[in-house]
């Protein structure tokens, strides 16, 4: 028997014990004994609950014990989280975390030290929830360079432009609905300004160079810009706007970036709707590939941990994650990355465009029904760069949003 | 440096020597050490080639050289694909190979001969070509129960329908097209009929159940009677058909199938095009999930077998497909599954609907304008057998499909 202790009893902990029980059947006959929930630590009580009898407050009960062989960590944040987690992989215990703000802040030391232990410390559910994409790269996607990785990481974003195109409507009720339904949080500012996209593309962008990519060094632009009229554009263009996760590889080095992006009928991330992920992946081999699911929720985030659960018990004292090494990655700022723009003026497009060629060169008008007063055009390729060089003669500019693809 | 031996040069195998080729670097860092192609076993010679010095005619060479720790096989057929395998991982050798009727026919004792021996057959390019989904399946979706997997396996068979669908041309002409592209064969009834569909979807359901299913007792039915008139129907609710593969559980027994459908745009397989693949994966705490990518072509297939030979090196003495046992699983007859049916029907609609009310029960009519002379209905839910029965009364049917989701 495998003694597992679950450190936090939220959405995603509570999950990962309800999924533990539920499969038990399956999950035995995987790892080749039961897999049983020994402690859930928690600061509150759950009277009622069936795993009151197992709630301890103290953590020091865990970590001492040493039938227990894996922790699983869903508090979320980075302290208690990072010290607990620390501790128990010194005390010689894998560890499975969904946590992808201790991942992408202390992942790279926690990774060295059960590297050192010969442990597993393992984070799937960190990057799309539900979604297998970390273990695939690391044993699947492994007879390419890959040249690009990225995609839809927050549900919530999605949820939201997807209703703003769907329905016509403003980013503010948009966001009052999505709290309302739970999708968002009070405070939804890590997600509607990329930062919990952020912290997932550096997690994956660390996997694929094996070294750490920071958060902190990558061009992060929310949605709180998007409007219902550059939806109306993008539709009339028959095109999405996503909030797109990107690392692209120029030679040796990857450009990264966060940003709401107007994609075509051809991509693959075109169809990703509502509150679900999809992970994009380009290898100089295999060519396209996308991994599409659940990017949260309670059962699929837990499904993805206790998969991690269920590796670390079949494999006890094998580092499955030799994922990336101290040194830092450094990131090519992403005015190298050449694209198309599409950019929301004020007036009238009969006047204006002679000016705007005169700056951008050859453009695509974009007007739309009802959309009076303004006007939008496509550009060609050009870099952040020239763009925001072009860009300097019209302070009125509304919104610019790059097109992807 | 570990020695891989390439059986068969043709596309795969020389898409697998490529692979080795070019990314020589990253895969020598992945594996820990040099990857290098020491034999190319084909009946015939490639003057000019660089790999010319390499081939070698005689499998004898292979199998007796210590030296040679993983083999690769490319040939497809049975035979002397069977032998060469069986005799490779009876002499202590890996084995990688991207050949579904090998792996469908002879999987089981091919698997079993590798658990004794404790070394690797890998297949992960004999399914869903460059999509990594065998690996995933067994080392990533491990928390759930899986209640049905699935998708479009088969490139040919979705590049035409994707072009008749869009073209509104007919089988015929699309199927011509397709030879001349090199995309079908001059005899495609493996594609078209559905067994090349039937053998992935049995290697899929084998993973899945754990027990050997047999291609030979899954119900499938290909495309060769799928019409533009079909298509124009589908346009007109919106919908797409695809030729699907699906295996659904029905309490501890599989229902397999494959057969051309009409799918809806919620369906996450709408959106999968031309040569595209998908698995379609629904676990019960998961939810859905679908892996898309290129499911055939020389690098994309390719890729995928050098990933078997990474994991194959990394791993050397671990078998890691502890597959499926020779136990058989019975599958359940696809008469269990409820659904609804599109019925194309000669005639006028108003004369004939009281009829198919009073043996169908609730329909809804789909008219399409252009098409004279017959009409279509949508039935509510009903079995296979209920449907069957409903039908009898009407031998003029023209053709009927199922819809699915």
Redesign the interface.
Known sequence: MINVAVMGYGTVGS?VV??LE??KD??AK?VGEEVCVKYVLDLRDFPGDPVQEKVVHDFEIVVNDSEVAIVVETMGGIEPAYTFVKRSLLAGKSVATSNKALVEKRGTELLAIAREKNLNFLF?ASVGG???IL??LK???????IEEIGGILNGTTNYMLTKMYDKGVDYDIVLKEAQDKGYAERNPEADVEGYDTGRKIAILCSLVTGKKVDFEDIYTEGITKVSKEDMAYARSLGMHVKLLASAKRHGDKMCVMVAPVMMGREH?L??VDDVFNAVFVR????????????GA?K??T??????D???AAKNPSISMMGAWSEEKEELLPPDAISRRFFVRMPGDAREKLPAVKESFGSVTLVEVEGLDGEFGFLSEEMTEGEYAKCAERFPEILHRLRIEG
Chains 1, 2 share one sequence.
Not at 302 to 307: C, K, L, P
Request: net charge negative; glycine share 12%; proline share 8%.
């Open positions: 999950g309800e999924v539920k499969n399956v999950i995987r799937e539900g979604i297998p273990r695939p044993t699947s996607l492994t007879a390419d360079v693959p075109y169809a290898g100089n081999m295999l060519g396209d590939a996308m991994f599409y699911g659940s929720g059962l699929p837990a499904s993805a941990v206790v998969a659960v269920v590796e």
